[in-house]
């Protein structure tokens, strides 16, 4: 069926390095992609969104990737920080389907002092 | 705090009680999603608004599950004779714009238990 998953439950860096966090994405008809993150309690934050007619998006410290080849989405975060510490979420909308966001498992980033 | 305000944060219940949370979105967004979200998964959608007008509901919502937005500003969720399943986290989001391929913007939810 269509979802959106994501390669790896958990991911630990040291503070300072650079996170790579990792989802695929099976609907070659999803045309639009966010990154949320998600602190304990709280709901998900926009960190960063991307549209299909584009294969990369900068924000602050973080880079977004798209590669419709593969059907695979990434976040890089850049100089980690403890206070990056959260569980990240992608999302894709499929434009004939509304404003309906479609979630993955989410991915633990763990952040060493 | 200009972002979107759920109320109330906790509710502890008994199974078979009616129970209603409310959203209030961004004040400019017309755009407004429920989505429920279980320990280590993500959030599911349930339904969402265009102003006042309900656009699209998904199978997870039952005939228990019912959601309004009469004035195209604030939003409620009930849920009737609540059962243990429905214990959960219930997020609102709200978004501006006619097209879908907008951010949306997630309160920080109602957590639901039912005893």
């Known amino acids: 069926g269509e979802s959106v998953g994501l390669h790896l439950p958990t991911l630990s860096v040291q503070e300072g390095d650079n996170s790579i966090i990792n989802c695929a994405y099976s609907n070659s008809a999803s045309d639009y992609f966010i990154w949320y993150k998600q602190e304990s309690g709280k709901g998900p934050q926009f960190i960063i969104d991307?549209?299909?007619?584009?294969d990369k998006r900068q924000g602050q410290r973080v880079t977004v990737l798209l590669n419709k080849t593969v059907k695979h989405l990434s976040l890089q975060i850049a100089a980690t920080q403890p206070g990056d510490s959260a569980v990240y979420f992608c999302a894709e909308n499929k434009n004939n389907q509304g404003g309906k966001l479609i979630f993955g498992q989410g991915t633990e980033l763990s952040v060493k002092p | 705090d200009t972002g979107v305000s759920q109320d109330p944060r906790h509710k502890i219940t008994k199974r078979g009680q009616n129970v209603t949370f409310r959203c209030d979105p961004i004040s400019e967004h017309n755009r407004l999603y429920w989505y429920r979200q279980t320990l280590g998964q993500g959030p599911e959608f349930l339904t969402y608004?265009?102003?006042?007008?309900?656009l699209e509901k998904s199978r997870l919502l039952s005939d228990r599950f019912s959601a309004e937005r009469p004035k195209g500003s604030f939003s409620t969720l009930e849920i009737q004779r609540t059962e243990q399943g429905d214990s959960a986290m219930y997020l609102c989001?709200?978004?501006w714009g006619l097209g879908p391929n907008q951010p949306q913007h997630f309160g920080d939810g109602t957590r639901l238990s039912i005893l």
């Open positions: 991307i549209r299909s007619n584009m």
């Open positions: 989001a709200s978004s």
């Open positions: 608004f265009q102003n006042e007008a309900q």
